[in-house]
């Protein structure tokens, strides 16, 4: 009950305090109500205001966003113009990307194959590389073992090498002490040795002797030959046949048969055997035979020129039979048809420079006319010939003409610039036969002087080329006035031509070399030891026989070969007999000079022998030989002949054989020569090397046959010298002088050298 007076207590005290408080709170509230009342004046009056604020602010905001509401649409319109802009890029961008992006892919792709591959490849080289390793591991471990043992077998071997080099040096201390006691009885041998020399020199003085006789025999052996060619012929006659030019519709021959030497023709108005006639030559050339077969047959007498012997090459025919053909060639010559003076001159030049070591040539050429019996220099260039006078004896320098000009020359090429010059002032006649027709004879010589720059001699050598002046009959030319006094004096010029070249092939005692200025111009060129050589042409068509036939009977009667005549045949007997002489006695020699080889090889071990023994050794025969003064031709044959075995590989024989193959009288004119010089000059020095020892070896045998060797020798000589005195008449230079008769040629001692230009 307390409690419950407290609590009502308490309630009546929370009602007094609930009673003050709502009284406090009314009061409070009818404040806050004045007050809420003045703050709702207040607040309305602000309201108002705000409301009038707001107003104005909702027009600015109104304004600001008019203002913006156009700044944004400028905007606007910017970033989306921008954008656009941007989109465009970003798309160009994009298809860039995308390229890129592609290449990049394909790129790579390519990358990822080569990478591919390359790592295959390396993978696949790694493991060669590891196959080579292993290989090369092998083969040096192989090595290794193979070096051991090569060690090994070195090192047995170089124990045996020292046990043989112990044992070689012992035997070697042995030879020198017999060595020694050998030097010893050498010594002794040597001076019994030196005794026998002394006692052989005396032996080999008459030897020596017959040595130096064997030059001597030699020169007479190629006198001989000279001598044998002189009677073989030095005049010889080629016939040569023009062929039928293009264009003849009348193509009948008269020539009925051509064979090596010899010519038929038939006579167009006979039948039978009667129509036939047949003619001998030195050789006959067919229509087909070409420029340089007949030049091949021609060319030694061309190198003869430079021996200093006087060559003439004739051409003789009717017009038009090819003469100027064969002697210059046809006009626009070319290298084949080029006729023989440039072959012969190329000839001239080429040998002449192939002896320039011991020989100096000098050429000088003239080039002269002889029309209506006057002789007119063909090479002035001024245009005003001069007749000029013939020298017929002692010519300074072989110039039978010496006011014509005489040009120096050094080459063909000099030649043929003079000979276009000669051939321009040639005088050329028209006539009905042939408009070229030459009524002049032509004559280009080529003079050649030597000097032997070793022995000092010189040598003369003329070559003339002449070009006839047509040999047809006065009455066919047809010409009257002027031409026919050039027909005459050419047929008695050709006519005094046949007579000269007639009486020297009959060696008669007169050469009736007067009767024409082309044989007065020509006289130290024909006969003597000269060497002539004539062309005959003919034209074998049947409207020229009468022409041809006069030529051929020209042409047989100076050839002095006649069909059936004794006196040919007799000639070619003592030809033979003649050659058989020459070869016994060639063999007589080479037999003699087997022993004098023999002996001089013996006496060269003497000498060398006695050298050591310090004994004076005498004169080889080789010294002999190199201080005595040959002549002129033997010098050059000598060089010629082993100039020609350099070429020919040094076989001598083998071109003296293949030369006398194609026989003829001029291959057995140089070939004998050359042979004779082989066998002087090459023999003696060429086995001495080879054969000393088994000389030495031999020495003995020899000294007993040597007596026998100078028997033999003797036999030889008293053989040669026998020879030589049953020459009967001397034979001289000057053809006219010259006695008549074949045997007077045999001469051996007698014949004259070739004229030497002094
Ligand atoms: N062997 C040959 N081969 C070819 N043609 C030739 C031969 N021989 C001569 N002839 C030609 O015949 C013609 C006459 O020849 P060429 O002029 O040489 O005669 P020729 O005897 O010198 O005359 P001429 O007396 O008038 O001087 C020329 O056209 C020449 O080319």
């Known amino acids: 009950m307390k409690e419950q007076e407290d609590k009502n207590l308490e309630i009546s005290a929370l009602k007094q305090e609930l009673e003050t408080t709502k009284r406090t709170y009314e009061v409070q509230c009818s404040q806050l109500e004045t007050q809420a009342k003045d703050a709702k004046a207040e607040l309305t009056q602000k309201s108002q205001e705000y409301e009038q604020r707001l107003e104005e602010l909702r027009n600015k905001v109104e304004e600001i966003r008019e203002e913006e509401k156009k700044a944004d ?19 160009s961008l994009k298809q860039d990307l995308e390229a890129t992006k592609k290449t990049n892919e394909v790129q790579c792709s390519q990358l990822e194959g080569e ?67 050998i030097k010893h009885n050498v010594m002794k041998e040597q001076t019994v040795y030196a005794e026998d020399c002394d006692r052989l020199g005396v032996y080999l003085k008459p030897l020596l002797h017959a040595a130096e006789n064997y030059h001597a025999v030699l020169a007479e052996n190629r006198k001989m030959f000279n001598e044998i060619q002189e009677l073989k012929g030095n005049i010889r006659v080629f016939c040569r046949i023009r062929p039928f030019l293009s264009g003849k519709k009348d193509k009948q021959s008269i020539v009925e048969l051509i064979g090596e030497n010899d010519l038929v023709v038939a006579n167009p108005s006979k039948e039978g055997k009667d129509a036939l006639r047949s003619f001998k030559f030195n050789k006959v050339f067919g229509s087909a035979t070409t420029q340089a077969e007949v030049y091949s047959d021609i060319q030694s007498f061309i190198r003869s020129v430079l021996d200093g012997y006087n060559v003439c090459i004739f051409a003789y025919g009717q017009t038009g039979s090819g003469k100027t053909y064969t002697m210059t060639g046809p006009n626009g010559a070319t290298s084949e048809t080029i006729g ?7 000839d001239l030049f080429k040998i002449a420079t192939s002896r320039e070591s011991f020989i100096d040539y000098e050429i000088g050429v003239q080039m002269v006319e002889i029309y209506n019996e006057q002789v007119r220099d063909l090479l002035i260039t001024d245009g005003s010939p001069k007749r000029l006078g013939i020298l017929t004896r002692s010519q300074p320098k072989g110039l039978a003409v010496p006011d014509a000009s005489l040009f120096p020359v050094k080459s063909p090429s000099d030649v043929i610039k003079l000979m276009d010059i000669g051939l321009k002032n040639r ?44 040999s047809e009959r006065v009455d066919r030319s047809e010409v009257i006035g002027d031409r026919l006094k050039e027909a005459q004096h050419i047929n008695k010029s050709l006519s005094a031509l046949g007579d000269v070249i007639f009486a020297l092939s009959q060696k008669s005692p007169h050469v009736p070399y007067r009767n024409s200025k082309l044989t007065q111009l020509l006289q130290t060129s024909l006969g003597g030891q000269a060497k002539t050589l004539m062309f005959v042409q003919i034209n074998s068509d049947i409207s020229s026989y009468s022409e041809t036939l006069s030529t051929l009977k020209f042409a047989e009667r100076v050839s002095g070969v006649e069909l059936g005549a004794a006196r040919s045949s007799k000639e070619s007997k003592e030809v033979r007999e ?18 004098i080889q023999r002996l001089q090889l013996l006496k060269g071990s003497v000498g060398s022998i006695v050298w050591r023994n310090q004994i004076p050794r005498s004169r080889s025969i080789k010294h002999y030989e190199a201080d005595n003064q040959q002549p002129m031709d033997d010098h050059i044959h000598q060089s010629e002949s082993l100039h020609q075995s350099e070429l020919n590989g040094g076989n001598i024989g083998k071109k003296v054989a293949a030369n006398a193959e194609t026989s003829g009288f001029t291959d057995s004119d140089f070939d004998g020569k050359s042979s004779d010089l082989s066998d002087s000059s090459v023999a003696p020095g060429t086995e001495t090397d080879g054969s000393e020892n088994s000389s030495l070896t031999e ?21 040669l010298s026998r020879t030589s005195s049953t020459a009967t008449t001397p034979v001289k230079d000057d053809p006219v002088k010259k006695s008549p008769g074949i045997k007077k040629s045999v001469s051996i001692g007698n014949l004259k050298p070739p004229k030497l230009w002094k």
């Open 73 to 91: 649409e400028k905007e606007i319109i910017r970033l989306m113009k921008e954008q656009e802009d941007k989109n465009l890029e970003i798309s």
């Open 115 to 181: 990478a591919k591959g390359a790592k295959a490849e390396l993978e696949q080289k790694s493991q060669e590389y590891e196959h080579q390793l292993e290989e090369l591991r092998n083969k040096v471990k192989e090595l290794e073992v193979s070096s051991d043992s090569k060690d090994q077998k070195w090192n047995m071997k170089m124990n045996q090498m020292q046990t043989v080099i112990k044992f070689q040096f012992s035997s070697l201390q042995k030879l020198k002490l017999s060595w020694e006691s």
């Open 340 to 346: 023989v003076n440039y072959r012969a001159l190329n």
């Open 427 to 470: 005088a050329i006649g028209a006539t009905a036969m042939n408009e070229r027709s030459s009524r002049s004879h032509s004559v280009l010589s080529i003079h050649i002087c030597g000097k032997d720059l070793k022995i000092g001699s010189t040598m003369v050598g003329n070559l003339h080329l002449v070009d006839l002046a047509g």
């Open 578 to 595: 003649l050659m058989e002489q020459v070869s016994s006695l060639k063999n007589a020699i080479s037999a003699k000079e087997e022993e």
């Open 699 to 719: 020495g003995k045998k020899s000294s007993d046959k040597r007596s026998k060797a100078i028997r033999k020798t003797v036999q030889v000589m008293r053989k």
